[in-house]
């Protein structure tokens, strides 16, 4: 038996084997550079078809710019881009951060309190069915054009999804493992805090990866219904005056709002994975 | 008041006298769908202190049902379970549980994994971190303290569980198949390994199987557990001497007392209404 293990320490077969692999499938990298790389040209093919249809066929620039309009008017008009995605990204940001904790620690009462979760479960699948967003007008009403408004709709929108995914992976937890922390007499915080919690957390972040982009949704719709700024004002505002090319330019700069939030989650997420050491 | 007429009553039930637990027409019904499901029908029986007993039975038949009850982690429906004198209505710190999946918590080191009872009592670390990495040391995973149980084999990590289950020096050991999972050459090892610790540590030991053979290689007595009723239908003491080897297991008298067992659970199904045998193990132990 000791031989047995001896052989597992010093052999390292893993590594070995990696080395091996390697060398007999060289396509591998190539492989990973195809996943990057193809939709990447896909992307500008597009792009270029779109500029040449526009420009070839005299479709007018108001209808739809090509791609340059309105990659000249983000560059000529950055300041004033940069100007209407700064709240946007800013409230976005915080509708977000709240959601989070609310959605967990919602989840983690509706978990440890029966009647709690009798009481609210089924009223929360219902509220998942409403089309929430035909509700924004009225947090208008509530709580007027501020900030406010925007981040409690976007709140109301975007921690359902982080609560409902809480609660599945809070209830998760292995019988077994539950029965081992009941056998050495740990409290119900300790189940929470050092196992059911950790168990949670890829359903935690797969909530959160659709919660993100509702968040900004959630702030755009606001900012449509009543506001004097905000990507979704300019984008309001320039399609009102026929000023496509900047419409666009708006969109394109939400885009990259909404990848770098979605950036960020994946990024919390690689790390927690890494910590966890769950694959 | 009632726990001494249970006592009292004990010795004319004919139960041995330093029975370290002890269950007293113990019953079990769960709630299936709003019909009651029968999971264990009144079973009897104690363990001396520092006897090895199994509960061998088919898969279904209840017996991990009735190991959860003694370890205070399921309720009794209808009977009593008695440890040391006490009945048995929560877990207890004397109680050190295994079960047939490892239960590692994949981001803690092999070492944090042992001491997880330690940190969950919020007993000091200090004191038994000395304890951790000899239990760690014996069971053949010296140098592996700090491995995560992905860097581990099958075996390694229920080893690991092991060490996890003694950290506490509980008095009693409750195992439920916790080698089942493991391929047939890793499980010879564990209980050679078991057989082992057993001999050092003398615990009293409950231990679920659906191995004839395992039970009878690594226990002083081997309860048949049927389904149907699921009840325990037969109380074999195993004669060999300690400490025991695999070898055993290739001895006339070994093969006859499985054979006799594997009469016993055959007789008990076939009397039953005929419904397809469970799993049951009849080889395994066999190196």
Not at chain 1, 70 to 99: C, D, Q, R, W
Not at chain 1, 184 to 190: C, P
Not at chain 1, 255 to 262: A, D, E, M, Q, T
Request: hydrophobic content about 45%; overall charge neutral; some cysteine.
């Amino acid at each position: 038996m000791r031989d047995h293990l001896d052989v597992l320490r010093t052999g390292d077969p893993v590594a070995e084997g990696t080395t091996r692999y390697g060398r007999g499938l060289a396509s591998i990298p190539t492989q990973a550079l195809l996943s990057v790389i193809l939709p990447i040209v896909t992307a500008v093919i597009a792009l270029v078809v779109w500029e040449i249809l526009v420009t070839r066929s005299g479709i007018a620039e108001s209808i739809l710019p090509p791609p340059t309009a309105v990659l000249s008017k983000l560059i000529n008009f950055f300041e004033l881009i940069l100007t209407h995605g700064i709240p946007t990204t800013l409230e976005t940001f915080v509708a977000f951060g709240i959601s989070i904790p609310l959605g967990i620690v919602l989840a983690a009462i509706m978990v440890y309190s029966r009647p709690i979760n009798q009481a609210l479960y089924a009223n929360l699948i219902f509220f998942q069915l409403i089309p929430k967003i035909a509700l924004a007008p009225l947090f208008i009403v509530w709580l007027g054009i501020g900030a406010e408004a925007r981040i409690a709709f976007s709140i109301f929108i975007c921690f359902f999804p982080i609560l409902i995914s809480t609660v599945t992976g809070l209830q998760a937890v292995d019988r077994d493992m539950l029965r081992l922390c009941q056998s050495v007499q740990a409290s119900d915080w300790q189940i929470l805090f050092h196992i059911r919690f950790p168990y949670s957390l890829p359903f935690i972040f797969a909530g959160m990866k659709v919660a993100v982009t509702l968040a900004i949704i959630g702030v755009v719709v606001g900012e449509f219904i009543a506001s004097t700024k905000g990507l979704g004002y300019l984008i309001l505002f320039a399609s009102s005056r026929q000023q496509t090319d900047l419409g666009l330019a708006a969109i394109t700069v939400l885009c990259g709002v909404g990848l770098s939030f979605y950036g960020l989650v994946v990024l919390g997420e690689i790390v927690m994975k890494k910590f966890y050491e769950i694959q | 008041m009632a726990q001494n007429i249970k006592i009292d009553s004990q010795s004319s039930l004919g139960f041995d006298q330093d029975a370290y637990i002890v269950c007293r027409q113990v019953h079990k019904v769960y709630n299936a769908n709003g019909k009651p499901l029968e999971a264990v029908r009144s079973v009897d029986f104690s363990v001396g202190d520092g006897e090895f007993v199994s509960l061998l039975g088919p898969s279904g038949c209840g017996k991990s049902t009735l190991l959860m009850m003694i370890g205070g982690l399921e309720s009794i429906t209808d009977g009593e379970i008695f440890a040391g004198g006490k009945p048995v209505t929560k877990p207890r710190r004397e109680f050190g549980m295994m079960f047939q999946d490892p239960t590692l918590l994949p981001w803690k080191s092999a070492l944090d994994n042992v001491m997880f009872p330690i940190d969950m009592m919020r007993l000091p670390r200090s004191r038994y971190l000395d304890r951790a990495l000899e239990l760690l040391e014996t069971i053949g995973l010296g140098g592996f303290e700090k491995s995560k149980p992905r860097e581990l084999s099958g075996g390694m990590r229920q080893r690991v569980a092991i060490c996890r289950a003694l950290i506490s020096d509980p008095r009693v050991l409750l195992m439920d198949e916790p080698f089942s999972a493991l391929d047939a050459m890793t499980r010879d090892e564990m209980n050679i390994l078991l057989l082992g610790l057993w001999q050092t540590y003398k615990k009293t030991a409950i231990f679920v199987t659906h191995s004839i053979r395992e039970a009878v290689l690594l226990s002083d007595r081997v309860l048949v557990m049927c389904d149907r009723p699921s009840t325990i239908i037969s109380d074999t003491k195993i004669p060999f001497s300690r400490p025991r080897d695999i070898r055993l297991g290739e001895t006339h008298e070994f093969n006859e007392i499985c054979a006799m067992l594997l009469g016993k659970i055959t007789a008990a199904r076939t009397n039953g209404d005929g419904e397809p045998p469970g799993e049951i193990v009849v080889g395994g132990a066999q190196s």
